[in-house]
């Protein structure tokens, strides 16, 4: 500790020194770490569809704090246009899977103008949640956009609802599908 302390008295810097100690070196066993507690859980008998949106639902969640942390920092959002609490987000989006046009939360709204706020707030949420992490320097939308297709399983279950209401015989549904769902910049990213 002396020696880097005298490091302080250099007048000229950067100093670069060798020391001629070594680091004690133990003779004990390496012991490995684990936590004692198992969280894995067995996977319930889902479908494809159903697995997806079970993803989401957790990918959603474990979102959550950066997402709240943003909220604290910023003091503002751009998420709730659709009036979908977080939580049901992920139900409420698969529920177009099971449904071609499921009853709308706002009597007043198309279920499918509805769904397409909730994808915008979804997006939000994500892009919200990803700027607050450590080290994202305000990056450009066009990188958190790439981020957010090709990264998460949020984008698996846009991509495969876009392809599912572009075959509805729902007009507005065919739109949310064909146009509102995935940017067309994006859509390259099939998946």
Request: proline content about 7%; hydrophobic content about 35%.
């Given at each position: 500790?002396?020696?880097?302390?005298?490091?302080?008295?250099?007048?000229?810097?950067?100093?670069?020194?060798?020391?001629?100690?070594?680091?004690?070196?133990?003779?004990?066993?390496?012991?490995?770490?684990?936590?004692?507690?198992?969280?894995?859980?067995?996977?319930?008998?889902?479908?494809?569809?159903?697995?997806?949106?079970?993803?989401?639902?957790?990918?959603?969640?474990?979102?959550?704090?950066?997402?709240?942390?943003?909220?604290?920092?910023s003091?503002?959002?751009?998420?709730?246009?659709?009036?979908?609490?977080?939580?049901?987000?992920?139900?409420?989006?698969c529920?177009?899977?099971?449904?071609?046009?499921?009853?709308s939360p706002?009597?007043?709204?198309?279920?499918?103008?509805?769904?397409?706020?909730?994808?915008?707030?979804?997006?939000?949420?994500?892009?919200?949640?990803?700027?607050?992490?450590?080290?994202?320097?305000?990056?450009?939308?066009?990188?958190?956009?790439?981020?957010?297709?090709?990264?998460?399983?949020?984008?698996?279950?846009?991509?495969?609802?876009?392809?599912?209401?572009?075959?509805?015989?729902?007009?507005?549904?065919?739109?949310?599908?064909?146009?509102?769902?995935?940017p067309?910049?994006?859509?390259?990213?099939?998946?």
């Amino acid at each position: 500790m002396l020696a880097v302390l005298k490091l302080l008295e250099v007048p000229d810097g950067p100093v670069l020194e060798d020391f001629p100690e070594e680091t004690p070196v133990s003779n004990d066993t390496v012991v490995v770490l684990a936590c004692p507690v198992d969280f894995t859980q067995p996977e319930p008998d889902l479908n494809g569809i159903e697995k997806l949106c079970d993803a989401l639902a957790r990918e959603i969640k474990s979102l959550r704090p950066w997402y709240e942390r943003s909220l604290e920092t910023s003091g503002r959002t751009t998420v709730g246009v659709s009036g979908i609490a977080l939580d049901d987000m992920a139900g409420f989006i698969c529920s177009f899977f099971e449904n071609d046009a499921p009853i709308s939360p706002h009597p007043e709204l198309s279920a499918g103008y509805v769904l397409n706020l909730a994808i915008d707030d979804l997006k939000a949420y994500y892009s919200e949640g990803l700027t607050s992490q450590p080290g994202q320097t305000s990056p450009d939308s066009q990188t958190v956009s790439d981020w957010f297709w090709s990264e998460t399983t949020a984008s698996k279950v846009l991509f495969r609802l876009a392809e599912k209401l572009s075959e509805s015989d729902d007009g507005m549904m065919q739109i949310v599908g064909n146009v509102l769902t995935v940017p067309v910049h994006q859509k390259h990213r099939t998946r």
